[in-house]
């Protein structure tokens, strides 16, 4: 579908679901005629922004870029909120009906209809300034202990710290990820991994706001796999600039770590979708394993859960991933499983262990309500089994 053709598809659908909100919720609000107005003014301003959100690259101002960016996402946010309370209140009063119509209960519609459209507008906004807040502070440490089989003594208490889907871009500069790098830096890892999606634009555009990764400090250093976005914001330039920076990027390879003595194998593949992007990055856990040492702890490095069956086919212990965001904010979370066979923490595939990281920052709407971003610090502890 050509471009114009796209975005004029997206602005209709788009304008047509905000026409939804407005004519299920506005006429049924004890407002005077001027909020009411107000509201539909909000809608329109809203429809003419979601599709803009996905055209500020193009604008040659940062300033602006940045400005239109930040204002697009944040009423995407409250957009997203509001049709999905939409749809819960049309099924709540459809149901009621039903109900009143069989005589097991009687409804004053009129009330119903009114405090439920308050209800709606009530809940979106707590979520969207809610979600706000908690996107912007400094994402929490969570510590989680793998139990690894045959973990030599020497790598017992082996501490990883685990960030993912930072999304350097738009909103999130470099302040932000200085106080990341500070917090996990910290923890004082002997490993620090990095499970993609790191940013949202061009290494042209945003060199300076990723400056801080070369901080980042940790005894056998820190590495880094490709998400989606290194992809959509040009993959192999961004590859070369943290290479820059200090940071060992992995691709479909893995290093021998020695520590104390004992050997650690860490490997990392591309992107599940990196394939479609370039021939020779597709991604591939057996090339990242080929040539290993057996019966060592292997890890790998995996942006997207959904490599985990691959994974344990390869033979490796233990993978750290990212993508899901948890969902990000509610109810989103709940539809990451039609793509992800885990949406966050720590799951078991048969001998393989998996971690999916919530995200420390957050893509698009500035919005985290219910799935707070994280830091992970990871301890390979020795299994019990």
């Not at 470099?174 to 991994?193: F, K, T």
């Not at 020695?258 to 021939?279: P, R, W």
């Amino acid at each position: 579908m050509p471009p114009l053709r796209f975005l004029l598809t997206v602005t209709t659908l788009v304008g047509l679901l905000h026409y939804y909100i407005g004519s299920r919720l506005i006429n049924h609000l004890p407002w005077a005629e001027w909020a009411q107005w107000t509201g539909w003014v909000f809608l329109i301003i809203s429809a003419l922004l979601q599709p803009t959100a996905f055209l500020t690259r193009g604008f040659r101002s940062a300033f602006l870029r940045d400005a239109m960016s930040w204002i697009a996402m944040t009423v995407m946010g409250v957009f997203s909120s509001l049709l999905v309370f939409t749809l819960l209140r049309d099924i709540f009063l459809l149901l009621t009906a039903g109900l009143d119509a069989l005589h097991v209960l009687q409804a004053d519609f009129a009330a119903l209809e009114k405090d439920s459209a308050l209800f709606v507008i009530s809940a979106a906004l707590l979520i969207s300034i809610s979600g706000f807040f908690n996107a912007r502070r400094l994402a929490s440490v969570v510590k989680v202990k793998v139990p690894m089989r045959n973990l030599p003594a020497s790598l017992h208490g082996f501490r990883i710290v685990q960030i993912s889907d930072i999304h350097v871009g738009p909103t999130i500069k470099h302040g932000y990820l200085s106080r990341i790098v500070n917090r996990v830096n910290s923890l004082e890892a002997d490993l620090i991994a990095i499970t993609g999606d790191l940013v949202d634009g061009r290494v042209s555009d945003l060199s300076a706001h990723t400056q801080p990764l070369a901080g980042l400090n940790a005894r056998h250093g820190s590495f880094f796999v490709t998400g989606n976005h290194e992809y959509y914001s040009g993959a192999l330039d961004w590859i070369q600039e943290l290479k820059r920076l200090d940071i060992n990027v992995l691709l479909n390879e893995h290093v021998q770590l020695s520590h104390d003595g004992a050997t650690l194998v860490l490997a990392g593949i591309t992107d599940y979708t990196a394939g479609s992007f370039y021939a020779d990055h597709d991604s591939d856990p057996h090339a990242a394993i080929a040539g290993a040492p057996e019966h060592v702890p292997k890890i790998l490095l995996a942006h997207q859960p959904r490599s985990a069956q691959a994974a344990k086919e390869a033979g490796f212990d233990l993978q750290l991933s990212g993508h899901t965001h948890g969902g990000q904010f509610w109810p989103w979370k709940y539809f990451v499983p039609l793509q992800q066979p885990y949406v966050a923490g720590l799951h078991r595939l048969k001998d393989l262990w998996v971690y999916v990281n919530r995200g420390t920052g957050y893509w698009g709407p500035p919005n985290r309500f219910g799935s707070p971003s994280e830091i992970t610090c990871l301890t390979l502890v020795p299994a019990n089994d």
